[in-house]
């Protein structure tokens, strides 16, 4: 209604046509012309009885009826509290949206959706596959989120865990035991090698005193590699920045 009211605004004929909805852009675009009634040649059927349905039925049939991704996608940001653009991505799969309902039943859902959005997606992505075709469970998306809000892992192990998933039924505690990434460093061990690779990398440190911002990121690196990866890259920026300007 709306789209014809603006094409008599602007003089222009509406044209009798067959037109297409599409759902993620919300609009409808052009398909083909619509002939006239006479040429469709129907014919009158006398005996057609009335069909009728009860409310009873119908209310069934709603029930049934999936959920249309941009409603889902109102209703995640609305009853969760995510970001609309997570709550995007997360819907655009059915079997992904409805994993990510049960993960938040044990998981913060703004915490859920940041790594389902990222790096669930990033992986799955890469393999060529859908959700459905990666196999991962609900359950083994909570076992990971929950070694990370605990901080049995750093975000880099969560990320090479996480690669690990598709096609496998292997619980992601298990993956981090076989790859030997649980256990994060205390803050003592990491303040160590903070001082260590200052020592020890004066022209990285001389580079960061001149702005250079990749300097830092070097040094992290540094540390990193000194913890075997289980420093947490945050705590690590915190305690180098807290070092260099003392």
Do not use: C, H, W
């Given at each position: 209604?709306?789209?014809?009211?603006?094409?008599?605004?602007?003089?222009?004929?509406?044209?009798?046509?067959?037109?297409?909805?599409?759902?993620?852009?919300?609009?409808?675009?052009?398909?083909?012309?619509?002939?006239?009634?006479?040429?469709?040649r129907y014919i009158p059927d006398p005996d057609l009885p009335p069909m009728l349905v009860e409310n009873d039925r119908i209310e069934t049939i709603r029930e049934e009826m999936p959920e249309p991704s941009h409603i889902k996608t109102d209703r995640f940001v609305r009853e969760y509290g995510i970001n609309k653009d997570h709550a995007k991505v997360i819907t655009?799969?059915?079997?992904?949206?409805?994993?990510?309902e049960e993960v938040v039943k044990f998981i913060d859902p703004e915490f859920a959706a940041l790594w389902m959005r990222?790096?669930?997606?990033?992986?799955?992505?890469?393999?060529?596959?859908?959700?459905?075709?990666?196999?991962i469970t609900p359950a083994q998306i909570v076992d990971l989120l929950k070694m990370l809000e605990d901080?049995?892992?750093?975000?880099?192990?969560?990320?090479?865990?996480?690669?690990?998933?598709?096609?496998?039924?292997?619980?992601?505690?298990?993956?981090?035991?076989?790859?030997?990434?649980?256990?994060?460093?205390?803050?003592d061990i990491v303040l160590s090698a903070v001082k260590q690779v200052i020592q020890e990398n004066p022209e990285a440190v001389s580079d960061y005193y001149e702005g250079k911002?990749?300097?830092?990121?070097?040094?992290?690196?540094?540390?990193?590699?000194?913890?075997?990866g289980k420093a947490d890259p945050g705590e690590t920026h915190k305690l180098l920045e807290s070092e260099l300007k003392a």
């Open positions: 209604m709306i789209r014809q009211k603006n094409l008599l605004k602007r003089g222009i004929e509406i044209k009798q046509e067959t037109r297409a909805f599409l759902e993620s852009q919300m609009i409808t675009v052009p398909m083909r012309l619509k002939e006239e009634a006479e040429d469709y655009s799969e059915l079997e992904l949206a409805d994993a990510f990222d790096e669930l997606k990033r992986v799955i992505y890469y393999n060529k596959m859908t959700f459905k075709e990666s196999e901080k049995k892992i750093t975000t880099k192990a969560g990320k090479r865990i996480m690669e690990k998933l598709p096609k496998n039924i292997e619980m992601p505690s298990q993956i981090a035991e076989e790859m030997g990434l649980t256990g994060v460093v205390d803050e911002k990749n300097a830092l990121n070097f040094l992290i690196g540094q540390v990193m590699r000194i913890t075997r």
